[in-house]
C-alpha cells in the first residue's frame, strides 16, 4: 500500500464515533449496575442495542484498517513504544470485538433475550445455564475495566502526543496536518 500520513477519513470517523459511544457506553454500564431505580430498565434498552452498534462498528473498523493505508509511526519513536502502541491498539480491537459477544453470551446464558428496536430479538448464543452466566457476567466487568484503562493509556499516549511531542501522530487521527 502506499504510504500516507492520515489515516483514511472513514476509517477516523468510525474512530471518533467508537470513542465516544464506547465511553459512553461504559458509563451506561456503571449507572447500570449501580442504581436499583426506574432508570435501570432504561438504562438496559439503550445498553443492548448500543452494544450490537459498537460490534457492527468494530468490524467495520476492522476491515477499514485492513483495506486502506495507515500512517507509519515516526522514527524517533523508540521500538519499545512502537511494539507498545502496536499491542495496545490490537488489545483495543479485541476488547472491542469480545466485549459485545461476552454480554450477548451473558443474557443467551440467562435465558434473557437481546431485542433490539422494532420487535428484532437476537438469537441466543449459548445455552441457558446459570454457571456460564455467573461467569460471562464477571468477565463482562472484567473486560470493562481493561477497556477502560486500555483506553485511559490511549487518551494518555494521545495528549502526549499532542502536546508534548508534537509529532504528528495525533494529526493522522484528527484530520489536521502537522504544522
Known sequence: MKQVTHFHPALRVVHWLMAALILFMLLIGVAMVSTVSSLHALLVSIHKPLGLMILVLVLARLWLRFCTAVPALPHSIPSWQRAMAHLSHWALYAMM????????????????????????VLPPIVPINNGSYALLRSLHSIVALLLFLTIMVHLAAA??????????????????RKR
Do not use: N
Open 97 to 120: 470485538l469480545t466485549q459485545p459477544l461476552i454480554g450477548w453470551a451473558m443474557l443467551s446464558a440467562a435465558g434473557y433475550p437481546v431485542t433490539l428496536g422494532g420487535g428484532l
Open 159 to 176: 495528549l502526549l502526543h499532542v502536546l508534548i511531542l508534537r509529532d504528528g501522530v495525533f494529526a493522522s487521527m484528527a484530520g489536521k
